[in-house]
């Protein structure tokens, strides 16, 4: 067996992998590594952007498709050869970038308020319980069933931050209300028509 077919039975291996753990690998390693470096001691609730899983498994999948084509594409000259590897290596050093971005996007509340670092953001947006002066959480009736769908932080200077009410953040509801009654706040309940 010749080196360079060992190299293409690699390749072979390694872009199958890449398919099938670019569905597998965000659900499963994205939340720890983000509960690892970004989670507070204490928190009331702490979960990854949606986008987060979503452009780490586009990520995988470019990767994938680089390789790919890298396996396909058999150069003829030397300097298409040297090309061709530069497209891979800077494909992987861009992927390595957005990888990064995708565990930096996380969003956390805990005693101080609400933190948020946005995808393409290398800082935390944080806003303080005081900056908050009215919380809603939207109720919409879908097939004669009413439950909560978001809530909606307004702030002092009339912007709103709307947070998608999952079950860890329904969980964490009460809290965030004991916190929102030191400023003599609470969650009002916002009825709205089918969204």
């Not at 390693?29 to 986008?51: A, G, H």
């Not at 050093?93 to 957005?98: E, S, W």
């Not at 009736?141 to 709103?160: H, M, R």
Request: charged content about 20%; glycine content about 4%; overall charge neutral.
């Amino acid at each position: 067996m010749t080196k360079e077919s060992k190299s293409k039975q690699y390749q072979i291996g390694f872009i199958i992998i890449l398919f099938l753990s670019s569905f597998i690998a965000p659900v499963i390693f994205l939340y720890p590594i983000q509960e690892l470096l970004y989670r507070p001691k204490d928190y009331y609730f702490f979960d990854p952007f949606f986008t987060a899983y979503i452009m780490m498994m586009v990520v995988l999948i470019m990767l994938a498709v680089t390789v790919l084509v890298n396996f396909l594409v058999t150069p003829k000259t030397k300097k298409s050869k040297n090309i061709q590897r530069g497209i891979v290596v800077t494909s992987f050093v861009i992927a390595g970038a957005l990888i990064f971005l995708c565990i930096n996007n996380y969003q956390y509340i805990d005693t101080k308020g609400l933190h948020m670092n946005h995808f393409f953001s290398l800082q935390e947006d944080f806003t303080s319980w005081e900056d908050i002066v009215k919380v809603e959480q939207t109720i919409v009736e879908k097939n004669g069933v009413s439950s909560p769908d978001k809530l909606i932080f307004t702030l002092q200077d009339g912007a709103t931050i709307e947070q998608s009410l999952t079950g860890k953040l329904s969980s964490a509801k009460q809290l965030i209300n004991e916190e929102l009654s030191n400023y003599g706040l609470k969650i009002e309940n916002k009825y709205s028509e089918n969204e």
